[in-house]
């Protein structure tokens, strides 16, 4: 299975739609559903064997698990295919770094040096990137790093980060969609002394939360096999992974709980809210806190976006059962020519809470965070526009697609600039930049207007359909050549990516 390029993508495709499916569908052991025509299933709805609508919710629930953290000071990461057990004993192929899935858990505090050793055992080129952290451009996994099957690579870097809920995954071009499915990706949560001092629950009352979905056979196993509209919407499914695991539930005690949850789905945005109307308390995005706590009853989270929120079961008695799931929504740019295949909005549970245990918890609930610092868009001496366009499965940023060796755009070092994301169509892009954080000024057209988990920093930003973001963006950490992509993984390996030098 050799290293496909654009070009040669395009050609096996032959520039019709039919035969787009055969140029991705690799002869790889997570292909579930044996021999099933893609083309049964191309044309959608009510046709799919594979998807049963009422997969989750109500059947047998396992539970979600919790792994030890690991610190970054000597990590080594072997990627090998392997067995991960998705709940019950139900065995599905993946590929993992250290047979784990999700990826292991990674802690870190600010000024730590991190030092790592991956080793490329998947039958593809590899390179891990640190989404969300800002690390000399050598050390941020952009894809002219992958490495070749049996090759390695070395990570040497200091975490000078903001205290976070930070994430990595494979960053390899025109596969880090079906990388990250098959399991390569982890948390990494990065503390510092300010985050320290406010006291937030610890302990076994922080819950590290990987939500995913995946789309499975009739023996749910997830399986990889993008077609037509999965090109265009990305690729979904209906099954709710929780770290790994199938329709999990955690036992809880009558205490306050915080959970830092990343949306590490290719393609699917995520409504979260619990089923009795319990509040959040939002803290924290994907920028590490915000400025102020704000109470929220839903939060949307894109693929990559994270959310850090406190949630308050001290007045719940033992015995209740609470679902966190991702509430129904349409998208404002209307996606209907989608058709059976595009699940985006639809519910899904994702996380039952059983209340088992009553407890006296004494935690108080932040009145304050400590101030961010963000770039002040009355100081900008420059204003970039870009344009993100969609049109029969091609993706593009400035109407070009993504090429290894040319820069995109030139950005001086240290000044502050705005940058405007223009949807010029009426898919949704979650759009991520790398090597800085950004604040979000406005949003106009489609939903016009900023949300709570919104503020403060971000990396990640969803932009729905025919909507404009603008934001202020400052880079401070490193010079070098960095990216801008769509983070909906189907559109990013399909080119709507670009070089950023920032010199
Ligand atoms: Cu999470 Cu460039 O990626
Ligand atoms: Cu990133
Ligand atoms: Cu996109």
Known sequence: MGKMTRRDFLRLAGGVGLSVPMAMRLPTPLMGAAGLSPLLTACGGEGDPLVSPHHNGNGTRFPLRLPEAVGVGD?????????????????????????????????????????????NGIPHDLILHWHGLAPPDDMDGHPRF??????????????????????????????????????????????????????????????????????????????????????????????????????PYLEVDTGLYRFRILNGSNARIFRLGLSDDTPFLLIGNDGGLLPAPRTVSAVDIAPAERVDLLVDLRSHPVGRRVMLRSLPFTLSGGMGFMGGQNLQGEPLALLELRVAREVDDATPLPAALPPVELPDPERAVRE????????????????????????????????????????????????????????????????????????????????????????????????????????????????????????
């Open 75 to 119: 990590l080594r990461f072997t990627a090998a295919p392997t067995e991960w057990d998705l709940g019950g004993g139900l065995r599905a192929p993946v590929w993992a770094l250290n047979d784990q899935v999700p990826s292991p858990l990674l802690r870190a505090r600010r000024g730590d040096r991190f030092r790592a050793v991956m080793e």
């Open 146 to 247: 992958a490495v070749a099957p049996g090759g390695s690579y070395r990570y040497d870097f200091t975490v000078d980060d903001r205290a976070g809920t930070y994430w990595y995954h494979s960053h390899t071009h025109e596969h880090t969609g079906e990388q990250t499915y098959r399991g390569i990706a982890g948390l990494l949560l990065v503390t510092d002394d300010e985050e320290e001092a406010l006291g937030l629950p610890g302990g076994h009352r922080e819950i590290p939360l990987i939500l995913q979905d995946r789309r499975v056979d009739a023996d749910g196993i997830p399986f990889f096999q993008p077609f037509g509209p999965a090109f265009m919407a990305g690729y979904m499914g209906t099954q709710a992974l929780g770290n790994g695991v199938r329709d």
């Open 384 to 503: 970039r526009t870009f344009r993100f366009d969609s049109r029969m499965m091609n993706h593009f940023i400035n109407g070009r697609h993504f090429e290894m060796e040319r820069i995109d755009e030139r950005v001086p070092f240290g000044e502050t600039e705005i940058w405007s994301f223009v949807n010029e169509s009426g898919l949704p892009h979650p759009v991520h930049l790398h090597a800085t954080h950004f604040r979000v000024l406005s949003r106009s057209g489609g939903r016009g207007r900023v949300f709570p988990w919104e503020e403060g920093r971000k990396d990640t930003v969803l932009m729905q359909g025919f909507e404009t973001i603008r934001v202020a963006v400052r880079f401070t950490a490193h010079r070098g050549l960095y990216l801008l992509h769509c983070h909906n993984l189907e559109h990013e390996d399909l080119g709507m990516m670009a070089n950023i030098l920032v010199e």
